[in-house]
């Protein structure tokens, strides 16, 4: 069995050492899109275009407006007039956000009263918005702290201040939020997914179109046999393929590695394996490579969205938070971001691998037992 076996392995590894087609799409779009994730896919905004009404014409009022100009979260590219002009920058997408102080606002700050002022966001796009308000809040109040402080000094206030609450952040793992650190180990994952996928769906509907499969079957070489002949061929690419875009990730973009390499292995030698079964089970089920390749997309993109890698899972409804128990991406991302980012071990992350060895099982018996189906 093991000797048959390992020549279909010596076959496949043959095959695709030839296929320099193959071998390019399978590195420099994978190497593509990794940059493109790593640069272009963040949480962070920066250089929000922004239009200013200022209707107090104040110190107070100038140094709001430069604190939303020095963040560098903001750039000011109007100041408006009246309320019109902001209606028009809006409306032409020349700006998200509007800041409009009223009259009166530094006039409320000295007397230590609330200032009126106001912020108006495009809500066209929710997530730039929602981001940038959460940067507006946060500006407004360092402004309010250094106002209050100043108003202090000036006052010479010897009464004791009133009782208040102080929230003190502390993040774990990624204390400067870069979301850098968030999303290259999960292009890992994703990455692995797309380009695994596509190659081993291709693996027995090439066979089949080129005829070579009723060639095979006329050999002593069973169904189990075809199927670990195709898998661990592509299991091994898939391990180079996750190391050489780990080791991207990790020196060029600085992700830091905090866990143990083996544990990290482990885990993606799971998740292969069902990444594997899926890419298997497809190919048994088609019958031609443009059905193969027209199947990924509907396999690929709700495993994509259904994993937690850019939507909450939280967010979903029930019916899709049940769907993601059966998506291996979702545990694999578990697995990768503790082993980057946190440096935890198999104590912890023992569920995960758990599940994926019994999908990865799973998926690679339902190849075999649809393999045998479509022989018949």
């Known amino acids: 069995m093991w000797g048959r076996v390992f020549n279909l392995v010596v076959k496949e590894l043959q095959q695709f050492r030839r296929d320099r087609a193959a071998k390019f799409r399978l590195l420099i779009p994978t190497l593509v899109q990794l940059f493109i994730f790593g640069y272009a896919a963040t949480f962070e905004?920066?250089?929000?275009?922004?239009?200013?009404?200022?209707?107090?014409?104040?110190?107070?009022?100038?140094?709001?407006?430069?604190?939303f100009a020095g963040s560098g979260r903001f750039q000011i590219v109007e100041m408006a007039q009246n309320h019109a002009e902001i209606r028009q920058?809006?409306?032409?997408?020349?700006?998200?956000?509007?800041?409009?102080?009223?009259?009166g606002f530094s006039e409320n700050l000295r007397k230590g009263l609330s200032a009126p002022a106001q912020v108006v966001v495009d809500g066209t796009n929710s997530n730039t918005a929602l981001i940038a308000l959460g940067y507006v809040g946060q500006i407004v109040a360092a402004y309010a702290e250094d106002m209050g402080q100043d108003l202090k000094r000036r006052q010479h206030a010897a009464a004791p201040a009133p009782p208040t609450?102080?929230?003190?952040?502390?993040?774990?793992?990624?204390?400067?939020?870069?979301?850098?650190?968030?999303?290259?180990?999960?292009?890992?994952?994703?990455?692995?997914?797309?380009m695994i996928v596509n190659l081993t769906s291709f693996a027995v509907v090439r066979e089949r179109e080129v005829g070579t499969l009723e060639?095979?079957?006329?050999?002593?070489?069973?169904?189990?046999?075809?199927?670990?002949?195709?898998?661990?061929?592509?299991?091994?690419i898939g391990l180079a393929l996750t190391i050489v875009i780990a080791g991207v990730g990790t020196l060029w973009f600085q992700i830091p590695f905090r866990g143990n390499p083996f544990v990290l292995l482990i885990g993606?030698?799971?998740?292969l394996l069902c990444v594997l079964g899926i890419g298997l089970l497809i190919s048994t089920v088609c019958?031609?490579?443009?059905?193969?390749?027209?199947?990924?997309?509907?396999?690929i993109n709700p495993a994509f969205i259904?994993?937690?890698?850019?939507?909450?899972?939280?967010?979903?409804?029930?019916?899709?938070?049940?769907?993601?128990?059966?998506?291996p991406m979702t545990y694999y991302?578990?697995?990768?971001?503790?082993?980057?980012?946190?440096?935890?071990?198999?104590?912890?992350?023992?569920?995960?691998?758990?599940?994926?060895?019994?999908?990865?099982?799973?998926?690679?018996?339902?190849?075999?037992?649809?393999?045998?189906?479509?022989?018949?």
């Open 89 to 103: 920058a809006i409306d032409r997408a020349d700006a998200v956000v509007a800041i409009v102080i009223d009259a």
């Open 45 to 67: 905004v920066y250089h929000v275009a922004t239009v200013v009404l200022d209707l107090d014409h104040s110190q107070e009022s100038r140094e709001l407006i430069s604190h």
């Open 306 to 327: 259904l994993s937690g890698f850019s939507f909450p899972l939280a967010s979903m409804p029930v019916f899709m938070q049940w769907l993601s128990n059966i998506n």
């Open 165 to 194: 609450v102080t929230l003190e952040q502390r993040p774990w793992y990624n204390v400067d939020f870069n979301s850098r650190w968030f999303f290259v180990p999960g292009v890992i994952a994703t990455l692995t997914l797309i």
């Open 268 to 271: 993606t030698s799971f998740y």
């Open 215 to 236: 060639q095979i079957m006329v050999t002593p070489v069973r169904p189990l046999e075809f199927i670990l002949g195709k898998s661990i061929p592509y299991f091994l």
């Open 333 to 376: 991302l578990v697995v990768i971001r503790g082993t980057f980012l946190k440096g935890v071990g198999l104590n912890v992350l023992w569920p995960q691998m758990l599940a994926l060895a019994t999908l990865g099982v799973l998926l690679l018996g339902l190849s075999v037992l649809r393999f045998q189906k479509s022989l018949d």
């Open 287 to 299: 019958r031609t490579q443009q059905q193969a390749f027209a199947t990924n997309f509907f396999v």
